[in-house]
């Protein structure tokens, strides 16, 4: 069996968790979430966590995070839309497995995030302009460190699943 890990990034909406589950499920491998993680660490969650302490607290949260699962073998880590922008994470998760990028376009994304809560990078903000700019900023970033890009925008959750399957296993 393939003990390598597989690294889900890619921006808000674009189904990380939910295909990351699916793909788990699929491939007898274990299923981790950094942001689920990151909250069951600290008892609060992700929005009460940027409130109390900060984006760069909860950026410091992600890398303590990730050194801690350094040993593990045979997951799916789905993870949160921003934790690629440190390398010193890239370079955690290219060393523990690959890396699988959800591409989506910003329309799609738009209708997956408008009615969604507990995302505090997208409250209290022109949401189309707000994701535009992240995209712009990331996009590069994951397209770089990606060792697999699967664009997600029209495909259902088991057809992404298969062509990851297709591709890496
Ligand atoms: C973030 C994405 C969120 C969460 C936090 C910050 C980001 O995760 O980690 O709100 O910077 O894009 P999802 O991508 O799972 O929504």
Known sequence: MDLKNIFIVGAMGSGKSSIGKLFAQSCQKQFLDTDHEIENDSKLDITTIFEKYGEEEFRKKETKLL?????????????????????????????????????IDLKTQIKRVKYRKHRPLLENTDLE?????????????????????????????????????????
């Open 67 to 103: 050194e801690e699962l350094s040993g593990v073998e045979n997951h799916v880590v789905a993870t949160g839309g921003g934790i690629i922008l440190k390398q010193e994470n890239a370079d955690i998760m290219k060393k523990m497995g690959m890396i699988v990028f959800l591409d």
């Open 129 to 169: 302009k707000r994701l535009k700019i992240l995209k712009s900023e990331r996009d590069p970033i994951y397209n770089t460190i990606a060792d697999y890009i699967i664009d997600v925008s029209r495909k259902d959750k088991k057809t992404v699943v298969e062509e990851i399957k297709n591709k890496l296993l």
